[in-house]
């Protein structure tokens, strides 16, 4: 198909990490359609992730969780009048939205009873269980494929900073006490997506007291909203000396910085591990309820940590039982996968 869209709209995906796996797609559709006028749609939570980025003439905030929510972001798509809309999410509300706003020609997954919503769009793979999991990067890259558009070559999530962000970020690490010859640790012991993503406190606890009595290193601790009572407890049980950024309430727009500083990353799975794989900084993924194969790319700088048990992925907020698919994983493991990858790979700072 020859597609000419003059007004291009964009459903970003929900979470944090889709939004960062999605980036390739938005790099695809920004060099195939460089005179378009391209509007991002994200919640307003993850604005941060690609506001620097060049691929969107315009972003709109959005939370349609409320039926509120939902009509304002169906009279903004409106006053847009885009000619052509990809719709990322797989939800039959997310793909409801475009249609009744009249959004042009709109394509996306076609699943989940939502094939009459749109003009057209791949169809997952699937086997008598149900959907087959593929990595999210090259799932989302897909739609771009059904169009014929052309296609990176390496499909890499990508993440912009501004001069601004940068000398915001550099603030933050001047309180913290980081100079260019520090090594730095990142340690994101928080989920969003619920508890039953989360390592234990008492593990990344002794976590930093292994990297920092053998690197000498500094502890970066990233804690987002709701978050702190998770930092306090880490702090409160190790003896490694750590910097914590929960009460600076750090937003993803400064994280990006903040974690582009870090020599390492050690990480539930969650938004923060994909801006490492952005970033190219080396990370180690610690991985229980949720399924692996989903993030299966773009792995050459991740180490991930996962124990095979018979409940495990079971994508369930909280854990049921003992939580034995993070607890099973041991700080130690973490260390020896850590300190393998800082041998591997070790970064400059500029």
């Known amino acids: 198909m020859k597609l000419k869209p003059k007004k291009i709209f964009v459903r970003c995906p929900n979470w944090v990490g889709d939004v960062v796996m999605a980036t390739p797609v938005f790099e695809c559709l920004r060099r195939n359609f460089p005179y378009a006028t391209i509007t991002g749609a994200v919640r307003s939570y993850a604005r941060g992730v690609v506001e620097d980025g060049p691929w969107f003439d315009r972003i709109i905030e959005f939370d349609d969780m409320t039926l509120h929510g939902f009509y304002k972001l169906f009279y903004k798509i409106r006053a847009i009048q885009p000619d052509m809309t990809i719709v ?7 793909a409801l939205s475009v249609r009744l706003a009249c959004a042009g020609k709109i394509y996306g997954y076609r699943r989940d009873f939502r094939s009459l919503l749109l003009n057209g769009g791949p169809v ?9 999991p593929v990595p999210m990067a090259l799932y989302y890259m897909e739609i771009c494929k059904y169009l014929n558009l052309k296609i990176p070559e390496k499909i890499k999530p990508i993440l912009y900073t501004s001069l601004k962000l940068k000398q915001k970020g550099n603030q933050f690490l001047k309180k913290y006490g980081i100079y260019p010859e520090d090594m730095v640790i ?11 993503k989360c390592w234990p406190a008492k593990y990344f606890a002794n976590l930093a007291e292994l990297f920092n009595n053998n690197y000498k290193s500094k502890i970066l601790l990233f804690a987002g909203p709701g978050e702190n009572k998770i930092a306090e407890h880490i702090i409160k049980q190790s003896k490694a000396p750590i910097i914590n950024t929960g009460p600076d ?3 993803l727009s400064i994280l990006k ?8 990353l050690v990480t539930n799975d969650t938004g923060p591990r994909h801006y490492a794989v952005a970033f190219d900084v080396p990370v180690v993924v610690i991985i229980g309820p949720t399924d692996h194969r ?3 790319h773009n792995l050459e700088k991740t180490c991930v940590l996962r124990s095979n048990i018979s409940c495990s992925p079971c994508h369930k907020k909280t854990c049921p039982n003992k939580h034995e698919c993070m607890r099973n994983i041991t700080p130690e493991s973490a260390f020896e996968a ?4 800082l041998a591997s790979f070790k ?4």
């Open 88 to 94: 990322l999410p797989n939800s039959i509300k997310s």
């Open 124 to 132: 997952p793979l699937q086997d008598v269980n149900g959907f087959l």
């Open 186 to 196: 990142g340690i994101n012991p928080g989920a969003k997506f619920g508890s039953s």
């Open 249 to 251: 309430n750090i937003n």
């Open 257 to 264: 910085e903040l974690v582009k500083r870090c020599q390492l």
């Open 294 to 296: 989903y993030t299966a």
């Open 338 to 341: 850590g300190s393998n990858l």
């Open 347 to 350: 970064k400059k700072q500029i």
